[in-house]
């Protein structure tokens, strides 16, 4: 079945850590871009990262730069996303997209909430 499956999501105290997953499976994901999304309560979803097929590129929406970072493992057809000093802003359920731009495929999202 051709699916992408997020996991890590959670409550996190402002300046923690945390780190998603998404599993990726039933396509050659060696081919593809990957792009992380978020979506908070009342707005629209917004892309917060993307890399290559190949994990040379890189690109972050202004707002996470030098907090978040992406990355893949290939073997294991897996796209990370590592938080850092994280902020109540960052709350929002987090979504896994198949290709760098015009997303054909999405995870079903995993809830990031940032509070004291």
């Known amino acids: 079945e051709v699916q992408l499956v997020e996991s890590g999501g959670g409550m996190v105290h402002p300046g923690g850590s945390l780190t998603l997953s998404c599993q990726a499976s039933?396509?050659?994901?060696?081919?593809?871009?990957m792009s992380w999304y978020r979506q908070a309560p009342g707005k629209e979803r917004e892309l917060v990262a993307q890399?290559?097929?190949?994990?040379?590129?890189?690109n972050y929406v202004e707002s996470v730069k030098g907090r978040f970072t992406i990355s893949r493992d290939n073997t294991k057809k897996v796209v990370a996303l590592q938080m850092d000093n994280v902020k109540p802003e960052d709350t929002a359920v987090y979504y896994c997209?198949?290709?760098?731009?015009?997303?054909?495929?999405w995870g079903q999202g995993t809830q990031v909430t940032v509070s004291s």
């Open positions: 997209g198949r290709k760098w731009n015009a997303i054909d495929l």
């Open positions: 039933g396509f050659s994901f060696n081919r593809y871009g």
């Open positions: 890399i290559s097929h190949d994990g040379r590129e890189v």
